[in-house]
């Protein structure tokens, strides 16, 4: 009985118990309910499914929800590293009191973050009021949309690349110094390489945690339909109206735009890392 | 009347009944002093659905004791206290509502258990959850065993029949006045001085104008008000469809809920007008301060009537049922009456309220859902998907 698949692959002894405990974990909370959302989606059919998902209040939804966690994510890979860079190589007054900070919009419960921006960026916030004179409104806008992702997806960069720039080895900078690199030159053909990875894991856990994000975004967004509606909103929407077959649609949609683009950076990763080497 | 109960963790005093402080707990005069905490034995007169006693579920799961069996001992000790071990000879009612009637319940609720004991009861246990209409209907439907529902429009009670067959589709003859023991209507709260000069529906289509409403969608509130305004444009000639879709247009930001648009408009400044439950807009002023914002009173707006009825489907026994019967029912006595003016609502029976209560209420022009043909023919063509709302928004 123990043969087949469930052979212990190594010498090292338990595989069974702990592949099975994984597997039962695993399938109640995460194959499960995609296996239901996905079956619901077969019921229906894939014609069905296309037709509830093609209109063009939809696909601005869609659209907008998917630019502005790219924006977000994009901008938190730039900020989030030099966030990284000065917490591990920098030794200055608070320095561990801000790398906790960090971990903070993890934490929070994103309604709360959500009303808090609001409160911030709104006309008679304090922010919203220095920014009105500039003709710029946040809230209630998309600007605010990316407001509320950077919030939410910045320590998934931060905590991701972190651990990889504490384990940069000093030597190899030194030896492109005194191979008469300059420090621009060092940056870019010695340490970005070697972050890539990471880099792009982060961004990846940004950019999917922020597309489906509900809680902080309903609250800062004006919520207009076909300007700053997001796609989970048009679901909670479509559930309000107990149409279950058309919030499925929607929630295929993203799962199958979201898979698509999680494919496209492991391509991307895997590629970087057969041009760099392993890192 | 004599009743224990018991201050920090273990202490236990004894005095005569003083009053109940509506969350849950009692004061009472223990002759050198007056001391207040949970009552012992008796169960507890209003306790929301929540957090602990999911966790005394957890714990009765055997599968969580063990190691996380000494902390989780700590935190309901530090959060749940002193609830009563047996409540199973006590009757339950758990009482599924929207948003605003949060105040209102929490005060009917120990009203109906002073009743209720005083006929020779035993006290009910009577649990609250709140949320908004659309959303507390469907937990309804998923399974969330509610004894009655008192949510903001028929429609959604409707939904709740026509989809789990709990109780007859004739419900809401059940009870006088549609099964409405207090109604409202909308009315539009403007910033102080009414710097828009903002005085009826037609001045929500001006070019510039601001009206905060949420999203019809998500909201009962929210259908009240669309409702009113396409009143309002049939009175008056106007292309309804036209009309509302201007007035949507003016609209920056679409809560989901009711209590979402009344923050938008009162604490983060947005827009010139909140159209807004009757009830709510008293609240704002009351609460707010009068000289922040005005009631501006439109010449025709909407009969919006938030009803309830029994869950029979949900009752586990005659006690349970008589029980719950005698709640609404009770909702019409003199007392709830005036205790839902109080509350800002419309009720029927003013005889009990107070002067100024009963008098705050301007006269107006009201609409009743009935002219639109009911909830079961508007509800649909209006708000369904590729109704007249999405219309709006689709081109």
Known sequence: MRAGILRSPSPLPGFGLSFGIMMTVLSIVVLLPIGAL??????????????????????????????????????????????????????????????????????????????????LYAPNGVFGQALAPLGLQVAYTEIGIWVALVFIGLPFVVRTVQPVIEELEADLEEVSATLGARRAYTLRRVILPTLTPALLTGFALALARSVGEYGSVIFIAGNIPNLTEIAPLLIVIRLEEYNYDAAAAIGIAMLVISFAMLLAINAIQTWSRRRIGLV | MYRTIQIGGHALAQGIFLRSLGDGRIEIDAGHARLSGHPVATPRSSETVSFHSAFRKALTGGHLRGGLLAGLTGLVLAFGGTTPAAAQDSVEILNVSYDPTREFYREYNDLFNAWWTAQGNAPVTIRQSHGGAGAQARAVIDGLEATVVTLALSADIDAISERTGLFPADWQSRLPHNSSPYTSTIVFLVREGNPRGIEDWDDLVADGVQVITPNPKTSGGARWNFLAAWAYAERNDLDPAEFVGAMYRNVPVLDTGARGSTTTFTQRGIGDVLLAWENEAFLALAELGEDAFDIVVPSVSILAEPPVTLVDGNITSDAQRAAAEAYLQHLYSPEAQALALSHYYRAWDTSL??????????????????DFGGWPVVQPEYFGDGGIFDQIYEE
């Open chain 1, 38 to 119: 996905l079956g619901r989606g077969l019921m229906i059919g894939p014609a069905d499914l296309w037709d509830m998902v093609n209109s063009r209040r939809i696909w601005s939804a869609l659209t907008l929800s998917f630019r502005a966690a790219l924006i977000a994510s994009l901008f938190n890979l730039v900020f989030g590293l030099m966030l990284a860079w000065v917490l591990v190589r920098y030794r200055f007054w608070g320095r561990r009191f801000i790398d906790a900070a960090v971990d903070l919009p993890f934490a929070l419960p994103t309604a709360v973050a959500g009303i808090a921006l609001t409160a």
């Open chain 2, 353 to 370: 309220a107070a002067p100024e209560d009963a008098a705050r209420f301007p006269e107006l022009d009201l609409v009743t859902i009935a």
